[in-house]
């Protein structure tokens, strides 16, 4: 089946730097969403993306349909402690029948 | 505002038994799924309904039974464990049929241990 590769699959940083993570595909998606799960919890939706080139922000977050719709980034500025989770990417393709097919995962780890 | 609950939280069984992990959501939400979380495996979806009495196979729907038969109960069934099923199970709902635009609504999770 369709996969989306996730990188890097984890990073370790210092807390006020900013962070990017990527995600791309062999194929074209029509949306592309990007999650986060705290640590015991299930995923919470952060950024919701529907148009290729449609760049969308919420607070420090940003994130980015690509033009080719074969990838999408995200990306953290001025990280803190409670940014520690995994993100996932998370995409819809023509053939998916409404399924979310999801990335591995980046996990972040944050030194305060 | 309860979501989407799951029970139990944690399980454990031995190889052979059966089990149902319970899935309930109070948001009217057509569509219900069944994801597995396994380390470096990301979310892999088992099963999902886009409706009362429909449900379909996702990747990796082996081993695993569901049933819709209100719009607010999915349960998963485990009819034999196996040590393979040991995992972190979420159940996700969405508002639109099919799932529409991706926004799922995930659940807390069951982790399921089998020895």
């Known amino acids: 089946g369709q996969q989306l590769n996730q990188s890097p699959q984890s990073m370790f940083i210092q807390e006020g730097e900013d962070v990017s993570m990527n995600c791309t595909s062999s194929?074209?998606?029509?949306?592309w969403l990007w999650y986060k799960q705290d640590p015991g919890e299930g995923p919470v939706l952060l950024i919701a993306?529907?148009?290729?080139?449609e760049l969308t922000s919420n607070g420090r977050l940003t994130a980015q349909f690509g033009i080719t719709r074969k990838d999408s980034f995200l990306n953290i500025s001025a990280s803190i402690p409670s940014d520690v989770g995994i993100y996932f990417c998370?995409?819809?393709?023509?053939?998916?029948?409404?399924?979310?097919?999801f990335g591995k995962g980046t996990k972040l780890s944050v030194k305060p | 505002n309860a979501g989407v609950t799951q029970t139990p939280k944690f399980q454990v069984l031995k190889t052979g038994q059966s089990m149902t992990l319970q899935c309930a959501q109070d948001?009217?939400?057509?569509?219900m799924s069944w994801y597995r979380q396994d380390p470096g495996m990301g979310l892999r979806l088992i099963h999902y309904?886009?409706?009362?009495?429909?449900?379909d196979q996702g990747e990796v729907p082996n081993g695993y039974n569901v049933s819709r038969s209100t719009t607010e109960d999915f349960p998963l069934r485990l009819l034999s464990a196996a040590p393979s099923q040991t995992s972190v199970y979420f159940c996700?709902?969405?508002?639109?049929?099919?799932?529409?635009?991706?926004?799922?609504?995930f659940g807390e999770g069951s982790r399921l241990t089998v020895l």
């Open positions: 996700a709902s969405s508002p639109r049929p099919g799932g529409g635009t991706g926004e799922l609504f």
């Open positions: 194929s074209i998606f029509n949306t």
């Open positions: 993306l529907y148009k290729a080139g």
């Open positions: 998370a995409g819809l393709y023509g053939g998916s029948q409404g399924n979310l097919i």
């Open positions: 948001m009217n939400h057509e569509y």
């Open positions: 309904s886009v409706g009362a009495g429909i449900t």
